[in-house]
């Protein structure tokens, strides 16, 4: 039983660098989620996809941010000219929607970014 | 707008006693989801439990139990001869069964540290 998996689990990079987080979600899961959470507070939600469909982003995705979903599996999240606020965890989660479990969602172990 | 409001910041308690953690939620949807995640220091969102607003059922497995009281706002979580291995920070979020939004809209948390 795989869950939801994330790539790198911990990124260091200089102010102004790119970044690219990589969410491999369970299998078959057709719904998946980016959250972003900072330290003592709850994750907050950034963007979703369903299949390759990005059908929601939040404002909190500012024009730094894209996320792709490009063949409905997998998903990156990339942030460019990073800055020290983008500094949280990034989470991803997924679920199967259609199904009476469709509105739970799994998390990921969560990638770390620090933005020297 | 939803909102979740978990007022307990941190609770330290010895083992084998109970321990409540409060949620509260504010939402203008008719039909909704609540849910509780633990977050162990490891990282990861663990699902705990789902629970519809149309079902105040309360529910129990095994030491954990949910008072759901919609008369009130409120979806508490009830650990009972609490254990080391609880030591963790629990979440609460609510999400709409309705209108198309599938983020999950969580409080800051409350922060559980069992004692031996």
């Known amino acids: 039983d795989t869950g939801v998996s994330q790539n790198p689990r911990h990124k260091i990079t200089k102010r102004g660098q790119n970044v690219t987080f990589r969410c491999d979600p369970i299998?078959?899961?057709?719904?998946l989620y980016w959250y972003r959470q900072t330290l003592g507070q709850g994750p907050e939600f950034l963007t979703y996809?369903?299949?390759?469909?990005?059908?929601?982003k939040s404002r909190l995705l500012s024009d730094r941010f894209s996320a792709e979903r490009p063949k409905g599996s997998f998903s990156t999240l990339e942030i460019q000219r990073t800055e020290q606020g983008d500094s949280a965890m990034y989470l991803c989660?997924?679920?199967?929607?259609?199904?009476?479990?469709?509105?739970?969602?799994?998390f990921g172990p969560g990638t770390r970014l620090t933005v020297l | 707008a939803q909102k979740v409001t978990q007022a307990q910041t941190e609770i330290s308690v010895v083992e084998k006693e109970d321990v409540t953690l409060d949620c509260v939620y504010e939402?203008?949807?008719?039909?909704?989801?609540l849910f509780w995640y633990k977050q162990p220091p490891s990282g990861e969102l663990v699902f705990l439990i789902r629970?519809?607003?149309?079902?105040?059922q309360n529910e129990i497995s095994g030491r954990y139990s949910w008072n759901f009281q919609k008369s009130t706002s409120s979806f508490n979580f009830t650990i009972t001869a609490s254990q080391v291995v609880d030591s963790a920070v629990y979440f609460c979020?609510?999400?709409?069964?309705?209108?198309?939004?599938?983020?999950?809209?969580f409080g800051k948390g409350t922060k559980l540290t069992v004692n031996p």
């Open positions: 989660a997924s679920s199967l929607a259609r199904t009476r479990d469709r509105d739970t969602q799994y």
């Open positions: 299998s078959e899961h057709n719904r």
């Open positions: 996809f369903q299949n390759e469909a990005q059908l929601e």
């Open positions: 939402t203008r949807d008719t039909t909704y989801y």
């Open positions: 629970r519809n607003s149309f079902d105040e």
């Open positions: 979020a609510n999400r709409p069964t309705q209108g198309g939004s599938e983020k999950l809209v």
